[in-house]
């Protein structure tokens, strides 16, 4: 399913430097004086300009991807920041002044309806929110997300008489010796507590930016700004209140019910936070690779047995053509935090960062960034850029997440019948917790970007909401502690508003899980068939197309829910 591609155009030089602006200036420039006298010519537009965007965003996104993988790189943070700078205003700019040549075209309304709605709705938004002051706004935000970056890329911590990052702390949270986790737990937490203020100073810059943004595109807050930036045209702040009353109702019950199953078996009497993720039973943490190498190489394992198309293109990943690099996955000194899959454009090869430390998790993130990268190759023969990058992130996470449950019957490349049998438990209850995370961070952004706050009152909303939809731990002595941990959030400081998506997709991937227990062809049939649509529908017809409900609503977050109830029940403790 990997397809061969050809360019729609050759307007865009091969050689062509589209990380220098004075390189790409004239072909932008040629785009936004050329006549047009037909729909044809339209189209002719429309696809040297997608041309052109490919090579201009490929150019950016290698910036951005040595710039995460080498913090302390000085020439990498150096020219990503010129980047930044010099770079991408000029860019939206130039992005403004074609959307704007192209909806206002008298020629808009003979080009191909059905092929070109999607995209035409996206661009006349894009139109209607641009305001040329906001772009010094939006670099001044880059820039104040790259401090961030740095301020986390630099957190180390001494333990056991080794420098460590904090990710790769994160395999200590499964030591079965509760003194030694809540010994690094703390450690870790502390480290990150030692940076508070500095990381409250930088957002709220942030905030005052992004509120300046929404007034000046005439809008009464940021949150109306957003919606309408990422394009949610098929659900309301309305919708995402009812998400987060069904996880309220359904969810958070079924989280707080199996920890207080962890802590009867554990011996205690209520959870502390660093008894979240250790083995109930006091069995060793799993371990399920020894190196990135073993890593790859389980989970080539995996794919092989789950479906010869994504077979195939996980091994493109792992042995590229031309020698193209696709993989940077363990954690290091001075590596950015989080993981990523990034679109190179114009090659349309995915690149997939993460910071494995050994544990569980690092297969769920790498088997679900492997699914982001199959939605960019199953997809590259789109000749429109659009198609292929403007994907809605509400389907795109229904991509990355089917595959962490698609992978289950595969555990056993990782582990022991037994452990395979933990790791798919661990999964599903770590599933839920992220469904309650998700509406404590959605919540928690409704309410920053409505309401006047500063950072004494934003922690304690987020206490309160961690409070309110969290597993129930106990955080007795730790209050400040729970208050500042949004601050791992990196959502919040370089994606805002974007995470409620992770739970609609969520609902969409469980939907896929179902529908494979059932028929595993059809629904890895669905699944491909409708991530190689890219963007080019609206977000139900997407969940359509592989057969799932565009549905979030408290009913089917029940249904749901009971199902994953359900499946735990077989499960062994």
Request: overall charge negative; glycine content about 6%.
């Amino acid at each position: 399913m990997i397809t061969d591609f050809a360019p729609a155009s050759e307007f865009v030089p091969t050689d062509l430097d589209a990380a220098a602006w004075p390189a790409l200036e004239p072909l932008y420039a040629d785009l936004l004086s050329r006549e047009l006298h037909c729909a044809n010519c339209l189209r002719r537009l429309i696809m040297d300009r997608s041309e052109l965007d490919a090579a201009a965003g490929e150019a950016g996104s290698i910036l951005y991807i040595n710039m995460t993988r080498r913090t302390d790189d000085a020439a990498a943070q150096k020219a990503y920041l010129d980047h930044v700078e010099q770079v991408q205003p000029r860019l939206k700019q130039a992005s403004f002044d074609l959307d704007r040549k192209i909806v206002e075209s008298p020629f808009v309304d003979g080009l191909d309806q059905g092929r070109y709605r999607v995209m035409l709705r996206d661009l006349k938004t894009s139109v209607e929110l641009f305001r040329p002051e906001n772009i010094p706004l939006e670099t001044e935000l880059a820039r104040l997300d790259q401090q961030y970056s740095e301020i986390c890329g630099a957190m180390t911590v001494n333990f056991r008489g080794k420098e460590r990052t904090l990710t790769q702390m994160a395999v200590f949270n499964e030591d079965p010796d509760r003194t030694s986790r809540e010994e690094a737990w703390r450690l870790a937490a502390q480290r990150r507590f030692a940076d508070a203020a500095k990381i409250d100073a930088i957002f709220d810059r942030m905030v005052d930016l992004r509120r300046q943004i929404a007034r000046n595109a005439g809008l009464p807050d940021f949150r109306a700004y957003a919606f309408r930036a990422r394009r949610r045209f098929d659900y309301s702040p309305a919708d995402c209140d009812a998400f987060a009353a069904g996880i309220e109702r359904h969810v958070t019950p079924l989280v707080r019910k199996n920890m207080a199953s962890r802590a009867r078996e554990m011996g205690i009497a209520q959870p502390r936070p660093w008894d979240g993720q250790a083995d109930p039973k006091g069995r060793p943490a799993l371990r399920p690779f020894e190196g990135a190498t073993q890593l790859v190489d389980r989970t080539r394992r995996v794919f092989a047995r789950m479906d010869p198309d994504l077979q195939r293109m996980f091994d493109f990943l792992c042995e590229p053509a031309a020698g193209v690099e696709c993989l940077d996955l363990e954690s290091r000194k001075g590596k950015a935090p989080g993981g990523y899959q990034a679109s190179r454009e114009r090659t349309r090869v995915p690149f997939i960062f993460m910071n494995a430390a050994g544990v569980q998790r690092d297969v769920e993130t790498l088997v679900h960034e492997a699914g982001h990268a199959f939605h960019t190759l199953l997809c590259r023969s789109e000749p429109l850029l659009h198609y292929r990058n403007e994907l809605p992130l509400e389907f795109a996470e229904v991509a990355s997440m089917s595959m962490e449950l698609l992978a289950h019957p595969y555990f056993d490349e990782y582990y022991e019948a037994a452990d395979a049998a933990r790791a798919r438990r661990a999964h599903l209850e770590q599933l839920l917790v992220g469904l309650a995370t998700i509406a404590v961070v959605d919540q928690f952004q409704h309410w920053l970007y409505t309401t006047e706050n500063d950072a004494p009152s934003r922690h304690a909303k987020w206490a309160e909401l961690q409070r309110r939809y969290g597993p129930g731990f106990d955080w007795s002595g730790l209050e400040g502690l729970l208050g500042a941990s949004w601050h791992r959030v990196l959502h919040l400081f370089g994606a805002p508003f974007y995470y409620i998506e992770y739970g609609i997709a969520q609902l969409g991937a469980l939907q896929v899980w179902l529908n494979a227990k059932k028929d595993r062809n059809a629904a890895l049939g669905h699944y491909k068939n409708a991530l190689a649509l890219g963007g080019s529908r609206p977000l139900p017809d997407l969940f359509g197309a592989a057969g799932l409900a565009f549905d979030f609503s408290p009913t089917n977050i029940g249904r749901l829910t009971a199902m994953v109830e359900a499946e735990l029940a077989e499960l062994p403790q």
